[in-house]
């Protein structure tokens, strides 16, 4: 067969799979364009330095997948892959607080035995709030482990653009009142699947749980793969980070634009995935680095909904052909594979080494920018501050990381945007102590 024939074959072929009505996935949104601001340049405030480099890997080997960090005095909890909350105190001692679905028989199983994404502090007692992507948001009583489901998966959420069910509830943050606001990542498939999802246009929310009635609303729709969630000192507002939109919405809960929403911040040099506020700003863990010689697939496919929807369709069929063996035969081959279509964790290596971490104050300011080309801190989905160090997390990492910040960024992060600008291009990283060195001192 010649060549003319063999790609005219591929391209009816193509053509077929694009256009063919009645063919999976199903979106909750027609197919169309739209667009993804450029990453903004690696300069001034955000100039390359190595401030994340040489970070310490704390628990190597007993924290798989340690994607989201709490700390409250000498207790650190983490939730990690296999579906553990685990708790950390003093001489690294780990205490299981709850686990969610049946226990793992590899790193593919994740839709059966569990994946909890974000956590925060319940103000109506001792426990954690959890999402946990496959089940629900979850309240934990930290002493006893004790799991109360508060919305279930598949719970029908009314608002927003179109009613439909919660799918992949990802991001946590709890009001003084108790209400839980959080985010569903994409609308259309399972979180094992969010690649998928996010090659389909954007379903991803920003839901608000009323403790009091028991119901959630939707403040924010169409969110381009709804990540971390937080709450203003004040909560004047709350932010949710957009994965494939690379920037942060802002919702008004409060004041003349209570009920409405606009952009926080855009064209970050990354996907956002955790927010962890304080009282003078905002960390933003960006897990996928991105810049303008290196954008994201994401976003360069975001103005093709064709190219989109035939990616989408493949990579469906694909999976759900070797869901179908392993259904049949119990090959755990076919279920590696059909985890792997699909799955987040299938960018890793397309995508920079670097590491990237962001501090915002409340204005949505970028305060600070902190690095790593090393390859010891990368993939970084949580950021938090534990004194003088910061603790991070990864969605695919198996420890957790910490990095001592330099007096200069602890400044910054005590001030807020008083001191914008102090981490500038003119200043040069001594790798090995982990300071910065004005020319003025050379």
Not at 90 to 102: C, E, M, P, Y
Request: proline share 5%; with cysteine.
């Amino acid at each position: 067969m010649g060549f003319i024939a063999v790609t005219t074959r591929i391209l009816i072929f193509m053509i077929a799979v694009t256009v063919l009505p009645g063919l999976p996935p199903y979106p909750t949104f027609p197919s169309r364009p739209f667009s993804v601001k450029p990453a903004r340049d690696l300069e001034g405030v955000l100039a390359l330095n190595q401030l994340l480099n040489n970070a310490e890997h704390l628990l190597e080997n007993k924290l798989i997948a340690p994607e989201s960090i709490l700390v409250r005095g000498n207790a650190t909890f983490v939730s990690t892959y296999g579906g553990k909350i685990i708790e950390i105190t003093n001489n690294d001692q780990l205490r299981i607080v709850a686990k969610f679905g049946k226990p793992c028989r590899s790193s593919y199983d994740e839709r059966e035995c569990g994946r909890p994404l974000g956590m925060a502090f319940d103000t109506q007692g001792n426990n954690l709030i959890v999402a946990e992507p496959y089940s629900g948001i979850w309240q934990i009583q930290i002493k006893t482990g004790a799991k109360m489901l508060l919305v279930s998966e598949n719970t029908i959420i009314d608002g927003g653009k179109v009613s439909r069910p919660l799918k992949t509830p990802n991001g946590v943050a709890v009001d003084k009142n108790g209400d839980i606001f959080w985010s569903d990542t994409v609308s259309d498939v399972t979180f094992d699947n969010a690649l998928i999802g996010l090659l389909m246009n954007p379903s991803g929310r920003l839901l608000q749980h009323n403790r009091s009635t028991g119901k959630s609303r939707v403040l924010i729709d169409e969110v381009y793969g709804a990540n971390g969630v937080a709450l203003s000192k004040d909560e004047g507002f709350v932010l949710v980070g957009e994965l494939g939109g690379q920037q942060i919405r802002r919702y008004y809960l409060k004041g003349p634009k209570a009920g409405t929403d606009d952009i926080f911040i855009d064209g970050l040099p990354g996907a956002v995935d955790n927010l962890v506020s304080d009282e003078s700003g905002v960390w933003v863990a960006l897990a996928i680095a991105v810049d303008k010689q290196n954008p994201s697939p994401l976003a360069l496919l975001a103005p093709y909904p064709n190219v989109r929807r035939f990616c989408v369709r493949m990579m469906t069929i694909l999976d759900l052909s070797f869901e179908f063996i392993y259904e049949k035969t119990g090959s755990l081959l076919a279920l590696r594979i059909s985890n792997f279509i699909g799955n987040l964790s299938s960018l890793k290596a397309f995508i920079s080494d670097r590491g990237s971490i962001l501090r915002l104050d409340w204005e949505g300011n970028i305060v600070a920018a902190l690095f790593s080309d090393d390859g010891s801190a990368n993939l970084i989905s949580h950021a938090v501050q534990s004194g003088d160090y910061l603790l991070l997390g990864s969605p695919i990492h198996p420890w957790m990381g910490r990095v001592r910040l330099s007096q200069e960024v602890l400044q910054i992060v005590s001030t807020g945007s008083k001191n914008m600008g102090k981490l500038k291009p003119e200043v040069i990283v001594d790798t090995k102590k982990q300071k910065l060195i004005s020319k003025q001192e050379l």
